[in-house]
């Protein structure tokens, strides 16, 4: 009987050995999921300085305040300008050299301010040249700075937004 016992016990054990080999093995654990990426930190706008020597009240003011309406709504506010009018940041003639020292990052002023120093745009403002009107004058004046590097010399140390007649 002992031998039986032994016997049985001896297949027991040779069978888990041969089942535990035969086994398939475990499945690896699912790899924890990622964290979600940290949402993205909201775009700060562009801000811009417009600058400009006319009163509250005057036709530069309006003409200013709803062209930088019009930047906003075009960048989808992604640039936004702030306008500084009334001389708050530089006197009228110091426009254009407010923009090259920083002080501003756009100015509208007058050629007007800067006897000699642009000859060739200077050129239409001065009277009786029979120049229709303002619009006439400024679309002649714009033409002739995008035509000839001579005019576009003038204002080599700027970005041009544009140039206009009275």
């Given at each position: 009987?002992?031998k039986?016992?032994?016997?049985?016990?001896?297949?027991?054990?040779?069978?888990?050995?041969?089942?535990?080999?035969?086994?398939?093995?475990?499945?690896?654990?699912?790899?924890?999921?990622?964290?979600?990426?940290?949402?993205?930190?909201?775009?700060?706008?562009?801000?811009?300085?417009?600058?400009?020597?006319?009163?509250?009240?005057?036709?530069?003011?309006?003409?200013?305040?709803?062209?930088?309406e019009?930047?906003?709504?075009?960048?989808n506010?992604?640039?936004?300008?702030?306008?500084?009018?009334?001389?708050?940041?530089?006197?009228?003639?110091?426009?254009?050299?407010?923009?090259?020292?920083?002080?501003?990052?756009?100015?509208?002023?007058?050629?007007?301010?800067?006897?000699?120093?642009?000859?060739?745009?200077?050129?239409?403002?001065?009277?009786?040249?029979?120049?229709?009107?303002?619009?006439?004058?400024?679309?002649?004046?714009?033409?002739?700075?995008?035509?000839?590097?001579?005019?576009?010399?003038?204002?080599?140390?700027?970005?041009?937004?544009?140039?206009?007649?009275?």
């Amino acid at each position: 009987m002992k031998k039986l016992i032994f016997v049985l016990l001896a297949i027991i054990l040779i069978s888990a050995v041969v089942l535990a080999g035969c086994a398939p093995a475990p499945a690896p654990k699912p790899a924890p999921a990622p964290a979600p990426a940290p949402a993205p930190a909201p775009v700060k706008p562009i801000e811009l300085k417009l600058a400009h020597h006319d009163s509250l009240v005057g036709p530069g003011t309006a003409a200013n305040k709803a062209w930088a309406e019009e930047v906003e709504k075009a960048t989808n506010g992604k640039v936004k300008l702030t306008i500084y009018p009334t001389e708050q940041l530089f006197k009228g003639p110091a426009a254009y050299d407010s923009v090259l020292n920083k002080v501003t990052d756009i100015a509208w002023g007058f050629i007007g301010f800067y006897p000699g120093r642009f000859p060739l745009s200077d050129i239409l403002s001065q009277p009786c040249l029979g120049v229709p009107n303002a619009l006439g004058g400024s679309l002649a004046m714009w033409n002739n700075y995008k035509k000839f590097p001579e005019m576009q010399a003038e204002y080599k140390d700027v970005k041009l937004l544009l140039v206009h007649t009275h």
